[in-house]
Nanobody
Framework: QVQVVESGGGSVQAGGSLRLSCTASEAVFHFSRMAWYRQAPGKQRELVASITEDGTPNYAYSVEGRSTISRDNYALTAYLQIDSLTPDDTAVYYC????????????WGQGTQVTVSS
C-alpha cells in the first residue's frame, strides 16, 4: 500500500507564506500525478493545484499567481508553496497521488492543517 504523508502546515499571519510537502512511500511516485486539495470547515473539498509526471503545473483560480507547485522525483516529494496568505486559505490541505491510465489509482494523505490569522 502506497503511503502519502503531508507536512508543513501550521499557523501563520495573513500576508505570510507556507510551503507544504507531500512525500510518497514508493517509486510509483515517478509515474504519478500529484494534486493538492483543501477543505475548509463547512465547505467541500476543492482542488488547489496539480502537477503532471513531467512537471506541468495547473492552479485553481483562487491561488493562481501566488502559489507554486513543484516536485522532486528523487525525493519522492511534491511541494506546494502559497504566498500572500489570507484567512480564506485556512483549511486542511490534502495531497493526492494518482494516475488515470492505464490502471487508475489514487492515494491520499491524512491532511495537514493550515490556519491563517488576520
Amino acid at each position: 500500500q502506497v503511503q502519502v504523508v503531508e507536512s508543513g502546515g501550521g499557523s501563520v499571519q495573513a500576508g505570510g507564506s507556507l510551503r507544504l510537502s507531500c512525500t510518497a512511500s514508493e517509486a510509483v511516485f515517478h509515474f504519478s500525478r500529484m494534486a493538492w486539495y483543501r477543505q475548509a470547515p463547512g465547505k467541500q473539498r476543492e482542488l488547489v493545484a496539480s502537477i503532471t509526471e513531467d512537471g506541468t503545473p495547473n492552479y485553481a483560480y483562487s491561488v493562481e499567481g501566488r502559489s507554486t507547485i513543484s516536485r522532486d522525483n528523487y525525493a519522492l516529494t511534491a511541494y506546494l508553496q502559497i504566498d500572500s496568505l489570507t484567512p480564506d486559505d485556512t483549511a486542511v490541505y490534502y495531497c493526492s497521488l494518482y494516475r488515470l491510465s492505464p490502471t487508475p489509482y489514487e492515494y491520499w494523505g491524512q491532511g495537514t492543517q493550515v490556519t491563517v490569522s488576520s
